[in-house]
């Protein structure tokens, strides 16, 4: 008997620990310390969940949400995974909810788990809403981001503009299940579709990493030798792809066009490593997702769809059509 008494003060004190240390972090990692709060005035608490916590990208939307919270006295959280991961995300999400957090901004996820937890949220009066990547079957009440279907066909418009005779065009994608690469790829495929002379030959996923769009390119050109264009559709493909084709031996130097502003992407513009990139504006996308989330909180609807602004960024004219004479 006198063991059972033991054991059973062991359980309690260990399950007791155990609470109050999960109870400690939930807290300081999705609740406002008071002393903060009340010292810096911070009006409400917003969670910003991304993709993949240190993405060039990401940091980038990263800085103009904390940029637009401190004017407006929020008090901001960044967090996400550290390599992309639907399910660390999610649970990201759902530890927010938990915490009682006052709004979320994150990329849409398109699964059933995704849409449970967007309801969850706004059922418990927080409101949710979608950046760089929409989830419009879900309850979520406004996506922030690119019109990526736009922005794929701006794309494939600019290969259009610039190249003359056949091309064989290899896709270089960050995720092969992210809705927003998704849509960049179908309306770069639409506008390709309607002139016989360009054929898309492959697709290859780079996991949006730098060493996975290496490796998608390789594919690719071992599939076909022949590629005259590529188009990679997240930020880290174009360099990847840059630097495959710049060592790679073939005939003629392919048509490159990237996606997003990334530094390194501008250096290889520059450079004319890569023709042309995509340029959305992840620091406004920031900005503006904080904004938004706000007059929500605030009881205002505004338009489910605020599209960010998205255009074809390249160092000069071309003297020739690629295909002319390379």
């Not at 449970?116 to 059922?123: A, E, G």
């Not at 066909?153 to 056949?166: I, Y």
């Not at 130097?253 to 290889?268: E, Q, V």
């Not at 605030?298 to 338009?303: A, C, E, H, V």
Request: charge should be positive.
């Amino acid at each position: 008997m006198g063991l059972k008494k033991i054991g059973l003060f062991i359980f309690t004190a260990v399950f007791c620990l155990n609470a109050g240390y999960m109870l400690f972090f939930g807290r300081e990692t999705f609740q406002v310390k008071p002393s903060a709060a009340h010292s810096q005035k911070y009006v409400y608490h917003f969670v910003l969940i991304s993709e993949e916590i240190d993405n060039e990208y990401w940091r980038l939307v990263e800085k103009g949400a904390k940029a637009e919270a401190a004017k407006r006295h929020i008090h901001l959280d960044y967090l996400g995974p550290k390599q992309a991961n639907n399910e660390e995300q999610l649970t990201f999400i759902d530890k927010a909810i938990a915490g009682k957090v006052d709004g979320i901004m994150t990329q849409g996820v398109s699964n059933e788990k995704f849409n449970y937890l967007v309801n969850k949220s706004v059922q418990k009066g927080i409101p949710l809403l979608t950046v760089d990547t929409d989830a419009p079957e879900s309850e979520r009440q406004v996506y922030v981001g690119s019109d990526n279907y736009r922005a794929g066909k701006l794309a494939g418009e600019e290969l259009v503009r610039n190249t003359r005779g056949r091309q064989k065009v290899g896709i270089v994608t960050g995720r092969l299940d992210a809705s927003n690469q998704q849509l960049r790829v179908k309306g770069f495929e639409d506008v390709l579709a309607k002139h016989k002379r360009l054929e898309v030959v492959g697709i290859q996923e780079s996991n949006i990493t730098k060493s996975g769009a290496l490796q998608a390119t390789y594919e690719l050109l071992k599939n076909d030798p022949d590629i005259t264009a590529f188009f990679g559709t997240s930020a880290l493909d174009g360099i990847g792809i840059s630097q495959v084709t710049s060592q790679y031996q073939s005939k003629k130097k392919p048509f490159i066009i990237s996606f997003d502003t990334l530094p390194g992407t501008m250096a290889l513009i520059r450079a004319e490593q890569i023709n042309s990139t995509v340029g959305q504006y992840p620091y406004q996308m920031g900005e503006m997702a904080v904004r938004t989330l706000l007059s929500l909180k605030k009881g205002k609807l505004p338009q489910p769809l605020q599209y960010t602004k998205t255009d074809i960024i390249k160092k000069t004219k071309p003297a020739m059509l690629w295909g002319d004479s390379r």
